[in-house]
């Protein structure tokens, strides 16, 4: 027990880009501005989704798990990040690492899950338009986002668990921007090939088989779309689907490609700039591209910066 001890260190150094020093000010720079993005964005569409009656529906219901998802996402390894990159020594309290793993590891498998739930939505308001209101009642929609959530951080106690009790016998190096369970995985001093497996598995539940489920979903929808006789109406469809497409590729293919595919020694650097996709640029973009591409969002977005002006008068 007390070599167990002994061996759980009391900070980790994150090594990100050290190598490349001349990336500290671009990357800094970066992080910020799609942090203040991120920030902005999914607050908005939290605020627009809630105070305006018209978007009371299953759709934005979704849509603020997901803003809100990203923001608690994006804030467990930004603001860490950034004070990282302003300090000689960029290290992390062992206690600060093991909450940075849970949390960021339990909002990535909600979203996995999430993005599933809303394709579901766009399904039956597509393919199912006459029975939607019946199908995607109130009750039906909170218990979908719920078992969403339950089952991110579910798992993400197991995965936790299962990473933070291998040996590291004094390893404290994690060639990485911020704890996550591939670059953790390489710092015990034992096999690790069961705990890979039982990653590669749970990544099969939470990526592939809800990008799966998500495929089939948009495969009918273009279907029934392609039926619509109305062109405004065919526009209007593909244009609420393609947002979510948009976000379901950026999302899955990036973490697919960090989580399935098996570590090489080429692959040390492109690991690092993949997980920045799904776990910064994604959920930055993730507002813009519901907001641009959303007529009915940008219009609530002004009636509400109206009843602004008009309460200030």
């Given at each position: 027990?007390?070599?167990?001890?002994?061996?759980?260190?009391?900070?980790?150094?994150l090594?990100g880009?050290?190598?490349?020093?001349?990336?500290e000010?671009?990357?800094?720079?970066?992080?910020?501005?799609?942090y203040?993005?991120?920030?902005?964005?999914?607050?908005?569409?939290?605020?627009?989704s809630?105070?305006?009656?018209?978007?009371h529906?299953?759709?934005?219901?979704?849509?603020s798990?997901?803003?809100?998802?990203?923001?608690?996402y994006?804030?467990s390894t930004?603001p860490?990040?950034?004070?990282?990159?302003?300090?000689?020594?960029?290290?992390?309290?062992?206690?600060?690492?093991?909450?940075?793993l849970?949390?960021?590891?339990a909002l990535?498998?909600t979203e996995?899950?999430?993005?599933?739930?809303?394709?579901f939505?766009?399904?039956v308001?597509?393919?199912?338009?006459?029975?939607?209101?019946?199908?995607?009642?109130?009750?039906?929609?909170?218990?979908?986002?719920?078992?969403?959530w339950?089952?991110?951080?579910?798992?993400?106690?197991?995965?936790s668990t299962w990473?933070?009790?291998?040996p590291?016998?004094?390893?404290?190096?994690v060639d990485?921007?911020?704890?996550?369970v591939?670059?953790?995985?390489?710092?015990?001093c034992?096999?690790?090939?069961?705990?890979?497996?039982?990653?590669f598995?749970?990544s099969?539940?939470?990526?592939?088989?809800p990008?799966?489920?998500?495929?089939?979903?948009?495969?009918?929808?273009?279907?029934?779309?392609?039926?619509i006789?109305s062109a405004?109406?065919?526009?209007?469809a593909?244009?609420?689907?393609?947002?979510?497409?948009?976000?379901?590729?950026?999302?899955?293919?990036?973490?697919i490609?960090?989580?399935l595919?098996?570590?090489?020694?080429?692959?040390?650097?492109?690991?690092?700039?993949v997980?920045?996709?799904?776990?910064?640029?994604?959920?930055?973009?993730?507002?813009?591209?519901?907001?641009?591409?959303?007529?009915?969002?940008?219009?609530a977005?002004k009636?509400?910066?109206?009843?602004?002006?008009?309460?200030?008068k």
């Amino acid at each position: 027990m007390n070599w167990v001890n002994k061996s759980v260190p009391q900070e980790f150094i994150l090594l990100g880009f050290t190598d490349q020093p001349w990336l500290e000010i671009p990357l800094f720079v970066m992080f910020l501005f799609s942090y203040i993005l991120t920030i902005f964005g999914n607050l908005t569409i939290i605020l627009v989704s809630h105070l305006d009656f018209k978007l009371h529906t299953p759709m934005y219901f979704f849509l603020s798990n997901l803003s809100l998802l990203d923001l608690c996402y994006t804030t467990s390894t930004v603001p860490q990040m950034l004070v990282n990159i302003c300090n000689t020594r960029k290290v992390i309290s062992y206690g600060g690492c093991v909450a940075q793993l849970f949390i960021f590891l339990a909002l990535g498998s909600t979203e996995c899950l999430l993005l599933a739930m809303m394709s579901f939505d766009r399904f039956v308001a597509i393919c199912r338009p006459l029975h939607y209101s019946i199908v995607m009642h109130q009750r039906l929609c909170l218990q979908l986002a719920a078992a969403s959530w339950i089952s991110g951080f579910s798992n993400s106690v197991l995965q936790s668990t299962w990473t933070l009790k291998m040996p590291l016998c004094g390893h404290k190096e994690v060639d990485h921007f911020f704890c996550e369970v591939p670059a953790l995985l390489k710092l015990p001093c034992v096999e690790t090939t069961a705990n890979e497996a039982e990653l590669f598995f749970i990544s099969v539940l939470f990526l592939l088989i809800p990008m799966t489920f998500v495929l089939i979903s948009y495969a009918f929808i273009v279907q029934a779309v392609l039926r619509i006789q109305s062109a405004e109406g065919r526009r209007k469809a593909f244009g609420t689907c393609g947002s979510h497409l948009i976000v379901v590729s950026l999302f899955y293919g990036t973490a697919i490609s960090m989580y399935l595919q098996p570590p090489s020694p080429s692959s040390k650097d492109r690991g690092k700039i993949v997980s920045l996709f799904y776990g910064i640029i994604a959920p930055m973009l993730n507002p813009l591209i519901y907001t641009l591409r959303n007529k009915e969002v940008k219009e609530a977005f002004k009636r509400l910066v109206a009843r602004v002006f008009l309460i200030k008068k």
